[in-house]
């Protein structure tokens, strides 16, 4: 199974410079953990120290907020999932 | 009623079939409300009042720095030390002196929006901070006004357009408080943002095209990239989870 995690820019540095990253998992929840687990330096811009998301950052999955309870979304093979960051800037 | 002026000065736009002569009459007749005379606010507010929107009011309570003219572009070196909103008020009304402009220096808050928002058709956001959003969005849920949202960082903005009642607004998506910060921002970015906006206004009040409601607009500057993500009301929303949705007949 194959999940595609698309990395926001800011978050490339942890990545390789990877855009997009194959994980796996059967919740969205599931597929960051995979990717932390390859990439734990992207673990602290995704999550706080109690493993709350933090509130900056927004899931989608096929091009679809996952918001509320993104990290127990189911995913499947195939599936992509979108990070963002929020914006305040004007 | 257009006069002889209307006619020439937007000729080119009154010559667009899904605006004409009607389209325009409405934008003449329209008051929009601008919050914020920084970088959105100044693309926002140009192109709105070339285009022959009624009344703009703009409110900010800044004074210009140095720092701002990379991408504040109604401000000038001149205006270093003035207020944003005077300044935003005098270039307005010399680039279209047929509409009326009102600039006000003033910082929004839950208790003043009222009154600074008061008589608007629609409130447009070009704020630096969340918080401030959120009051307006409130406000525009509260009034059933349109929210027109956007927001910029490095090379990336995003657009959102809310109708009460119709799609989900800014708040649908707050998952609790984010830091502030200072947002780096590449002087281009808040023009093409800030245009977008504007263009989804004027179709808001001719009526035409389609909007971004229960969409989020996502643009890569860098990878020249411009993707819509589809965005879902909340039913728990604090600002419009109460409301019964009207579906579109």
């Keep these: 199974m194959s999940i595609k995690v698309h990395i926001h820019k800011s978050h490339r540095q942890f990545t390789d410079g990877l855009s997009v990253v194959d994980s796996n998992g059967k919740t969205v929840g599931e597929c960051l953990d995979n990717l932390i687990k390859r990439y734990p330096g992207i673990k602290e811009k995704l999550f706080d120290k109690k493993g709350n998301l933090l509130n900056v950052i927004e899931i989608y999955v096929n091009l679809e907020s996952a918001y509320p309870n993104e990290l127990i979304k189911k995913v499947s093979n195939g599936d992509d999932i979108y990070l963002t960051a929020k914006l305040s800037g004007g | 009623m257009l006069t002889q002026n209307d006619l020439e000065r937007y000729d080119r ?41 009624g009344t703009i009011r703009i409110v900010d309570h ?7 003219l ?9 205006d270093i030390g003035s207020k944003k909103a005077c300044s935003a008020q005098n270039k307005l009304q010399t680039l279209n002196p047929d509409i009326e402009i009102q600039g006000g220096d003033e910082t929004i808050t839950e208790e003043n929006i009222s009154r600074l928002a008061a008589g608007s058709d629609l409130i447009i956001d070009a704020m630096d901070n969340f918080p401030t959003r959120y009051i307006l969005n409130k406000y525009a849920v509260d009034n059933s006004i ?20 119709k ?16 947002s780096p921002v590449i002087g281009v970015l808040p023009g093409l943002i800030g245009c977008i906006q504007a263009t989804e206004v004027i179709k808001y009040i001719t009526g035409i095209g389609e909007l971004l409601s229960n969409k989020l607009l996502l643009y890569d500057g860098l990878e020249m990239k411009f993707t819509i993500l589809k965005i879902n009301r909340n039913p728990d929303c604090e600002h419009c989870g109460h409301l019964t949705i009207q579906e579109d007949t």
């Design chain 2, 62 to 68: 800044d004074t210009i720095e140095l720092s701002n």
């Design chain 2, 70 to 78: 990379n991408r504040q572009i109604l401000h000038w070196n001149k």
């Design chain 2, 13 to 53: 736009q009154i010559m667009i079939h899904e605006i004409g002569k009607e389209g325009q009459e409405k934008l003449k007749s329209a008051t929009v409300f601008i919050a914020g005379a920084g970088g959105l606010g100044s693309s926002i507010s140009i192109y709105l009042a070339a285009a022959g929107v």
């Design chain 2, 167 to 182: 799609s989900a607004c800014f708040r649908c998506l707050y998952k609790g408080p984010v830091p502030e910060e200072k």
């Design chain 2, 146 to 165: 349109p929210f027109f949202h956007g927001a910029v960082k490095g090379f990336e903005g995003r657009v959102m357009t809310v109708i009460p009642g």
